[in-house]
């Protein structure tokens, strides 16, 4: 178990490393942040020193190797548009995508698992047939084309929610059941798979033929030994949903990450590109990292096999 730990540890690190050094260079391809930052009557004079003050005139390698040292630090440098620590920022804005993402993940798991649970205990009935279409409709449609939907229903026809800003419970609906749509579809049908499973097996024909009821089958002895993947995927989902706010954040004017991203994106602000992508693919490589090793320690299968 150990050895299976320090080599899970291994991979994590470097992964984070290939992509600080991808979103390094894919940053500085996109273009120079000093136009900018200057003013149109800027000389070239003063471009270049404000460019040497940076260290931008240097060679990425040893840009990379100064913005690695500094980010293992904590210095993430300051934004090119607004004059401030970039981690800052960054941090001030996780809260909005952090409450957005808890919100998805709720309605993904308030949904997803009794529908996918009672699918696959009624497989072949109409409630299992209309939940398969809509796990196909739900992974078929874009979120950005559902936002635009539930905006022009609930914030331009019916007036019931607000439709951008967040100020109030209400005004975190729209995007958060925007943003948990496509998870709704594949945790169900993950679900659905799982106690397909684990319904055929032998443990489940005798619990039945001792007589039990069937609740207590279905959800002490099916949904209880097939949750394992569903609790894999459910950790990971949080991750993938944080990471994938952009658009929604983007179409709802969520102040969260995504929105930050894009602002930043817009004016080639190096800093805050990079520490948004570097925080949130840590926090996955993290969080698939501790998915593995839970996954070694409830099966030895794994460990010993890798």
Excluded: C
Excluded at 3 to 9: A, M, N
Excluded at 189 to 196: G, K, Q
Excluded at 229 to 250: K, Q, W
């Amino acid at each position: 178990m150990q050895r299976f730990i320090i080599g899970r540890v291994i991979q994590s690190i470097v992964s984070m490393f290939v992509v600080s050094v991808v979103v390094f260079a894919l940053v500085r391809l996109s273009g120079d942040p000093i136009q900018i930052m200057m003013p149109a009557e800027a000389s070239k004079a003063d471009i270049e020193l404000v460019r040497a003050h940076l260290g931008l005139d240097r060679p990425w390698t040893v840009q990379y190797w100064r913005f690695l040292t500094q980010a293992l630090q904590g210095d993430f440098g300051r934004s090119v548009r607004f004059r401030r620590p970039a981690l800052d920022l960054v941090t001030e804005r996780y809260g909005a995508t952090l409450e957005l993402g808890g919100l998805a993940v709720l309605i993904v798991i308030a949904v997803a698992l009794p529908v996918g649970v009672y699918s696959a205990v009624r497989r072949g009935s109409a409630l299992d047939y209309a939940a398969r279409a809509f796990a196909a409709l739900g992974q078929a449609v874009p979120p950005f084309w559902l936002g635009l939907v539930l905006v022009l229903i609930f914030g331009v026809l019916l007036h019931l929610l607000p439709t951008s800003g967040r100020g109030t419970p209400l005004h975190v609906l729209l995007p958060g059941i925007t943003l948990g749509w496509f998870a709704v579809a594949g945790l169900m049908r993950l679900t659905r798979s799982s106690m397909l499973d684990v319904l055929g097996s032998e443990y489940v024909k005798l619990a039945r033929i001792k007589g039990l009821p069937e609740r207590r089958v279905i959800w002490k002895h099916a949904f209880k030994n097939a949750a394992l993947p569903v609790v894999t995927f459910a950790a990971l989902l949080f991750v993938a949903l944080l990471n994938g706010s952009i658009i929604v954040e983007t179409v709802f004017g969520w102040p969260g990450l995504g929105l930050l991203v894009i602002e930043a994106v817009d004016s080639r602000d190096y800093p805050i590109v990079q520490t948004v992508v570097l925080f949130l693919s840590a926090m996955y490589i993290g969080v698939n990292l501790l998915v593995d090793i839970l996954y070694a320690y409830l099966n030895p299968k794994i460990r010993y096999s890798q």
